[in-house]
């Protein structure tokens, strides 16, 4: 919320990443909200959790629906980012602001069509085999669908990007020295795109790596509930968890400079020139 209110209050929302920034808020927001409802369902009644009910479709659809809308939020930045510094100068003004309206309309297509596939019929209300343990009523070849894709994804694409951009900063950098020139705005650059792109990875392997581990255990498993119980559950709840730091984590990393949020909270205006060329370059 407050990325999304420090956004929508400065100028900054005219800029291709500032629609992708707010709209990877928003995703956070939906999971944290999805995933809210999903507790109050374990707190009034945890065996709908554990056993499986209708009453759990739409819950875990919506929350399937934010997370993969999350993770494409994040591929389309990492994209933007490294066409913003591919090439020259002038591949940045070829990312415009209906590219970006495009990328996050498409983004929300994708994730409602692929997380609402449960509520369209493809589900195991009414089947013993090929049900979900873990997440009852889904089916695991719907969960295995759903996790191996955007699991690649979700870790290769930025890699790549984020890869691409610390490259092309050293040879700028590399360019600039054999001609004489100061170098240490690249250097800078270079050192902060490789910080956040570590981050990055971080961030998104404690967060979705053990919700993929409990896909792969979901599929391989042939125990009933009651076997794995409580065990395997609390597993599945410190996945979910995970998940919801990592909506606290994106703003931190992408939006929430302390400094840079700071000064627009307090006087909520444009940061001063020398600021913004430094976060341009």
Same mark, same amino acid.
């Given at each position: 919320?407050t990325? =999304? ?5 400065? /100028?900054d929302? !005219? ?5 992708? &920034?707010?709209?990877?808020?928003f ?5 944290s909200f ?9 707190i009034?009644?945890?065996d709908?959790t554990i ?8 819950p875990?659809?919506?929350?399937t629906?934010?997370?993969l ?14 066409l ?14 209906s !590219?970006?309206?495009?990328?996050v309309?498409?983004n929300?297509?994708l994730?409602? &069509?692929?997380?609402?596939l ?5 589900n ?13 009523? &889904? ?6 669908? @759903? ?9 290769i694409?930025p ?5 691409r951009? =610390? ?5 700028? /950098? ?8 100061a170098?240490?705005?690249? /250097? ?6 490789a ?10 392997l @404690?967060?979705?790596?053990?919700? &993929? ?6 599929a391989?498993? !042939?125990?009933? !509930? =009651?076997d794995?119980?409580?065990g395997v559950? =609390?597993f599945?709840?410190?996945t979910?968890?995970l ?5 606290l984590?994106?703003? @931190?990393?992408y ?9 627009k909270?307090?006087?909520l /205006?444009?940061?001063s ?5 430094a976060?341009t370059?």
């Amino acid at each position: 919320c407050t990325v =999304i209110f420090t956004r929508m209050a400065t /100028k900054d929302l !005219h800029k291709p990443i500032s629609i992708l &920034f707010c709209n990877l808020a928003f995703s956070d927001l939906f999971t944290s909200f999805s995933g809210f409802w999903i507790s109050m369902l374990f707190i009034t009644n945890p065996d709908v959790t554990i056993f499986g009910s209708k009453d759990m479709l739409a819950p875990y659809a919506f929350y399937t629906t934010s997370i993969l809308s999350t993770i494409y939020n994040l591929v389309s930045i990492g994209i933007e980012r490294y066409l913003a510094v591919a090439e020259s100068i002038r591949t940045r003004f070829r990312v415009t602001r209906s !590219h970006s309206i495009a990328a996050v309309l498409i983004n929300w297509v994708l994730a409602f &069509f692929l997380g609402c596939l449960p509520l369209m019929g493809w589900n195991c209300l009414r089947m013993e085999k090929n049900l979900s343990v873990l997440y009852s009523p &889904f089916c695991v070849n719907y969960l295995i669908l @759903i996790a191996i894709p955007n699991v690649v994804v979700a870790f290769i694409i930025p890699l790549f990007t984020y890869l691409r951009i =610390i490259i092309i900063l050293r040879k700028r /950098k590399l360019r600039m020295k054999a001609c004489g020139q100061a170098t240490g705005t690249y /250097k800078s650059a270079e050192i902060q795109v490789a910080r956040t792109s570590i981050f990055i990875w971080l961030l998104a392997l @404690i967060s979705y790596a053990p919700f &993929f581990a409990g896909v792969i255990f979901d599929a391989t498993n !042939h125990q009933c !509930h =009651i076997d794995l119980y409580p065990g395997v559950y =609390i597993f599945r709840n410190c996945t979910a968890m995970l998940i919801t730091i990592n909506c606290l984590g994106n703003p @931190i990393i992408y939006t929430l400079k302390v400094k840079t949020l700071g000064a627009k909270l307090k006087a909520l /205006k444009c940061l001063s020139a020398n600021r913004v060329r430094a976060c341009t370059i």
